[in-house]
Structure formats: structure tokens, C-alpha cells
């Protein structure tokens, strides 16, 4: 076949991958407002996967629950091609906030990928396989997957995640969640405040110590927490006191350094106050992001085609966000490009993003971001060169 013709075959072919993501798209527009409408948070996303498999199935996908024993995953599959396409799909939302970053659409255009490539499947010579990913904000849902075998040999896995702008390649943090737990010993505070042992004062000490710290780390480390709980009466000395940290660096390599470092004044808090502390890992840490050249540099031809463009003005800060999306990078060929909603001046994580994760912006970002990654899919496996 001559390289005229090739190209003409990639062309028809994308051009019915687009056709197939428009054909379906009031359905999907449908799924993710449901999401968005009934937020579960991490590990709890059993209506959620529920709605993604009913989803699927319908579309003609072999669907398995709980996958590898996890009760909110699932894995999807079509087509039994030799070449093997993951597709991700993210559907827990964050506590208090919803889907405040976007987690219905990346699970509504994970369907949207999934089944425009799936009818095309026999043609490309690819097994399309989606893989529900419980728990990204915080549970490592995506590294007890690859802990337990999934994504094992793919040769590529895709999936795209909201944003305020649209920005191609990620570069998130690597990231680790601990609980951090201090016990000390309840009193009276004002009769018996020598009998106490106050686990609050813990974490002041440490926190002073992480405020101070800052001024030494690199300037790509980032470290952040809240307490949870810090006593249950003002004239009662806690005798408990809890609270999530995350640590942030360019690396896991920096990242374990970063780590210690701040684990020492946690140390220094426990020391100062005579509390006994606790660090509890939440999840292992999340990875840097591995992105595949070839598959982003087919994704941004894709995504300017539609009219999409990417961000110049520096507000596409959201590609530095963690993801266990980065682990996966590490094992197998991936891209995790961000689409705009139009959200600015809000951001993700705020509730202003939530409601901007419905509508017609947000419709837009879903319909281009299954096309472009479909097309994307399609160039891989077929194009006879690199754009």
C-alpha cells in the first residue's frame, strides 16, 4: 500500500472514531451529569462503578467487578487484537467538594474512548480493555491495581483529566498521603493541667517546624496538611490529635528525602510535647509522570485539529497535580493530557470547578477529549510516521 493511501486509511478511520464519539455523545453527556450529581468518595464509589458498567455493558464490553478484588474496580474489555489499549476511567469525587476535579468527566470520556474504538477494534488489531480506577484523591486505587497485576503489557494507556485550560503533558509530583497521629494524655486544664499530656500541642510544635523547614527544601518540594481532629473541649487537655499530610517532590527519589526531612519534625513534636506518635502511609506514593512522545505528539495534533488550544499563559498549572495515573506510566506507554472546561478564574478543587464540570464548556472538553483520544489510538497503531 502506497504511503497516500495509508494515511487516507488513518484518516477514514479517525474520521469514524469522531462520528462514533458524536453518535454517542448525549449518552455521555447524560452519564457524567449523573456522576457529578452523586459524588462518592474514594473506596466508596459503588454507585458510580455501578453506572460505568451498566454503561459499558451496554455498549457491548465483557465487564468484570471487583476487579482483582477491589469492590469499586472493574475492567471492561472489547475486541481481541494482539495490540492492547487501556483506557482509564476515574469516578471518586472529593470530600465536602464533590467533583471539584473533574472525576465524572474523565470517567464519562473513558466510555466515550473506549466506544469509538471498540467497533473499530478488529480493523486496528487492538483489544480495547477499561480499567475502573477507584480511589485517585488520596487512596492509591491505580497502584493496588498494578500492585495485584493489572495493566500488565499494554502498549498504551490513555486518559485525560479536566482542567480550567487545556494543557497536553503531565507533570505531576511525585506525592505521599500519610495520617499523622499523636497521643498524649487527657486532664483538666485548669485544676489539673500537670497530670495532661497535650497531643495538640504536638502538632503546633510540628508544624512550626514544617513552616521553618520550607525555607530549605527545593523549590519543587511542597508540603501540605489539615488536623482532624485537635481535642473535644477547651478545658480538657487532648489526649489525641490527628491529621493527613502530603508530601510533594519532583521525584520519588526527591521525594523520599522531602519525606524524611519532614517526618522529623513530626518526631520533634512528639519529643517536645512527650506524646507518642503514629505515621500511618494512606497509600504508597505516587510516581512521577512518564508521558510517551510519540502518542502526546499525535494527541496534540488531534486536540489542535478540533479547534483546541493549549495554554501559553501559564494558568495550566493543573499538569503538576499527583496522580497515580504517574505509576502506571512508569510500567507501561502513557499519556494523561488535561482539557480545558473554561473555568477560569476557578480552579480545580474549588467549588466554583465543580459547577464548571457540568454544562456546555464541560460538554465540549468531554466530546474532544474521547475524539482526540480515539484518534490518537488509531495514529498509534496505524500511522505509517510520526506527525
Not at 476487579?67 to 469499586?72: D, N, V, W
Amino acid at each position: 500500500m502506497s504511503e497516500t493511501l495509508a494515511v487516507a486509511e488513518v484518516d477514514a478511520l479517525k474520521e469514524r472514531a469522531r462520528e462514533l464519539v458524536d453518535a454517542d455523545l448525549p449518552a455521555l453527556v447524560v452519564l457524567s451529569e449523573a456522576l457529578h450529581a452523586d459524588p462518592e468518595t474514594a473506596w466508596n464509589e459503588h454507585r458510580s462503578a455501578a453506572r460505568l458498567r451498566e454503561a459499558l455493558t451496554a455498549r457491548g464490553f465483557a465487564v468484570t467487578p471487583a476487579y482483582l478484588g477491589l469492590e469499586t474496580a472493574f475492567l471492561a474489555t472489547a475486541g481481541s487484537g494482539p495490540v492492547r489499549i487501556g483506557v482509564c476511567a476515574e469516578y471518586d469525587a472529593l470530600p465536602g467538594l464533590g467533583h471539584a476535579c473533574g472525576h465524572n468527566l474523565i470517567a464519562a470520556i473513558a466510555v466515550g474512548v473506549a466506544s469509538a474504538l471498540a467497533p473499530l477494534a478488529d480493523e486496528l488489531g487492538i483489544t480495547v480493555e477499561v480499567y475502573g480506577t477507584p480511589a485517585e484523591e488520596g487512596g492509591g486505587g491505580k497502584i493496588e491495581l498494578l500492585d495485584r497485576g493489572a495493566f500488565a503489557g499494554l502498549d498504551l494507556a490513555v486518559m485525560a483529566h479536566p482542567g480550567p485550560v487545556d494543557v497536553a503533558e503531565a507533570r505531576p509530583f511525585a506525592v505521599a498521603h500519610s495520617h499523622v497521629r499523636y497521643d498524649g494524655k487527657a486532664a483538666h486544664a485548669g485544676a489539673y493541667p500537670e497530670e495532661g499530656v497535650n497531643a495538640n500541642d504536638a502538632f503546633v510544635v510540628a508544624q512550626v517546624a514544617i513552616g521553618l523547614l520550607r525555607q530549605q527544601l527545593p523549590h519543587s518540594a511542597r508540603v501540605h496538611g489539615i488536623q482532624t481532629v485537635g481535642g473535644q473541649a477547651p478545658n480538657a487537655i487532648p489526649d489525641r490529635t490527628e491529621g493527613r499530610w502530603y508530601v510533594r517532590a519532583e521525584t520519588l527519589e526527591e521525594l523520599e528525602s522531602v519525606e524524611r526531612r519532614v517526618n522529623r519534625c513530626f518526631e520533634a513534636g512528639a519529643l517536645a510535647s512527650g506524646t507518642t506518635l503514629t505515621i500511618t502511609p494512606e497509600s504508597k506514593p505516587y510516581s512521577e509522570f512518564r508521558n510517551d512522545e510519540r502518542a502526546l505528539r499525535f494527541y496534540r495534533a488531534n486536540a489542535t485539529a478540533l479547534g483546541r488550544a493549549f495554554d501559553t499563559s501559564g494558568a495550566g498549572k493543573m499538569n503538576r497535580a499527583s496522580t497515580d495515573m504517574g505509576n502506571v506510566s512508569q510500567v507501561v506507554p502513557a499519556i494523561h493530557p488535561y482539557v480545558g472546561v473554561n473555568s477560569l478564574p476557578a480552579t480545580n478543587h474549588q467549588p466554583e470547578f465543580a459547577a464548571a464540570c457540568v454544562g456546555p464548556d464541560a460538554e465540549r472538553a468531554l466530546r474532544d477529549a474521547a475524539v482526540a483520544l480515539a484518534q490518537t489510538v488509531v495514529d498509534v497503531v496505524r500511522h505509517p510516521r510520526d506527525p
